[in-house]
């Protein structure tokens, strides 16, 4: 049951838990309820945040900071692992009433990367910072960090020995399942757009690689004078694409409305460079628009006018 | 003298190292000089190289790498100095025609960045390798590293205890005087473009601070389907207005012309946020736009129907 808070006030949340090819597993179904109850509770929480006049920025943290600590996403524990062995996490964070922004690369100690990335936003002079820097300032601000053994989960060993038998350390294209990245994008009843991502990237990538979802304007972009947009998928193309900025712009510059724009840039720019992945972006008027073109996308919505919504695949 | 190459084709080549506040210093005029003499060299060897065909990709790439090895600029030798006394280099290169992208950031070994960018663009299966990975990277393909002194300059040593006497620390603007990261912009007689960006960042940075110059979309953007850009300036700003992919989104979705566009960037969108700096961009007619709001932006610019152009402030 959604309460609703300041009344009159219009909210949205959507959430994704990455895009990609459908997995083939034994346990799919037992998996995909799993999957499910998980995004419900993060609409749950996010719902009662943002009736009760929580701020959009609070609202995608706090989504976010629930994926991670799931081990069913490839974000915080259960991240995917690198050609060390090791996860490197990479986050960002965006606020759309002022474009501040806050962005993690190459983090392998701070529990949850994307509370790193707003308090960059919050308390750095810089935006984006990097590997050892950046756990440093988690140091330096006592934020919880972890022995690097916390992320690491068995089916990711398994991922990563996939990876290595089919000779897929030179292919940057993610693994066979959904890449399992994570974000959030949010409309709050002040009127404020913010949008997250968080992610360990691709399996078996070499280290120090940095994916669009640290990239601002790639991954993650949020701008009250358009919507708020989180991205999965082939992390290098849409970097290429700058992505998330993209939908906005379409919506700034050339007048489309958040489905269009959100569409145009999966099926058109990124698909056009040869990319795999979705987004999920939502505009001030609290219209959530989901694209993607993969089999399966994780996703979630819920507004101050619907019933929390959960989907996988296309048939939802 | 520029020799004319393919005859009939079109070129264009746009050069900047740096925007910022006009230092007073007793050595002032000696030093604009050398800067002119420098931009001047970039721009003929540049003009040589287009002229004859060669690529616009090639043609940024050779421009920053001469603007790197000059201790003048803040950029390769020469670059500011974080709080540990280190430089820490960024840098990106995309190719128009493709949409294809090299970034790296945090390099410390690294004599030209810009190679080691060109280098993810060509051979590695990602766009953005920031810290030891990117070393690695460089390693493997046996690009040229030097000890980290090899960087260091007396004068980014003062400019270094300056701002620590000032209390600037804890501030991400730019120290007095111009930032003089490098920069350039083709559009090669194929009709393709490219840009390429370096630089040190800002003096007394976080160590793993990543700038806008190793963003793509932030400070280093081109697309055949708009124009090529290259920034300079307070990057945090210029990642939160994804002020490069701005350039072009405004051309390719709103139809304004380059120089409308790039003013509209910078005088805008980034001093909206309270940014100061610069770009350079050129589009597939060869028309070269600078803009900036500072006092100062050391740039260049020669094309197939017009002499070498060297500024430094309004009056250039």
């Given at each position: 049951m959604i309460a609703r808070g300041a009344g009159e006030g219009i909210w949205a949340l959507a959430i994704h838990g990455g895009a990609g090819a459908a997995r083939r597993e034994a346990d799919a179904e037992a998996r995909a309820a799993e999957i499910r109850a998980v995004l419900a509770a993060v609409l749950d929480a996010g719902a009662r945040l943002l009736s009760a006049g929580g701020t959009a920025l609070d609202a995608v943290e706090e989504a976010v900071v629930r994926l991670e600590d799931s081990p069913l996403f490839n974000a915080g524990r259960g991240a995917v692992l690198n050609e060390r062995r090791e996860a490197e996490l990479d986050a960002s964070i965006m606020d759309g009433t002022s474009l501040e922004a806050g962005a993690v690369a190459?983090?392998?100690?701070?529990?949850?990367p994307i509370r790193l990335a707003r308090l960059v936003l919050e308390r750095?002079?810089?935006?984006f910072v990097a590997g050892d820097g950046a756990e440093g300032f988690a140091d330096r601000h006592g934020l919880e960090r972890v022995d690097p053994?916390?992320?690491?989960t068995e089916r990711r060993m398994r991922d990563l020995e996939d990876a290595r038998r089919s000779g897929?350390?030179?292919?940057a294209a993610p693994t066979g399942?959904?890449?399992g990245t994570v974000g959030a994008v949010a409309l709050d009843v002040h009127g404020n757009l913010a949008a997250a991502t968080s992610t360990g990237g691709l399996t078996n990538k070499s280290v120090g690689r940095v994916g669009d979802s640290a990239v601002i304007g790639a991954g993650t972009f949020a701008s009250n004078a358009s919507c708020a947009v989180s991205c999965t998928g082939h992390g290098e193309i849409f970097i290429r694409a700058t992505a998330a900025r993209d939908v906005a712009a379409l919506m700034e510059?050339?007048?489309?409305?958040v489905e269009t724009a959100a569409a145009r840039v999966i099926h058109e720019r990124v698909a056009g460079l040869g990319g795999e992945g979705g987004l999920i972006a939502v505009d001030r008027r609290g219209r959530v628009a989901f694209a993607f073109n993969t089999d399966v996308m994780l996703r979630g919505a819920v507004t101050h006018a619907s019933a929390p919504f959960v989907g996988i695949d296309r048939a939802t």
């Open positions: 190459a983090v392998r100690t701070v529990k949850n750095s002079p810089h935006v053994a916390y992320f690491v897929r350390n030179d292919r399942g959904e890449t510059y050339a007048g489309l409305d």
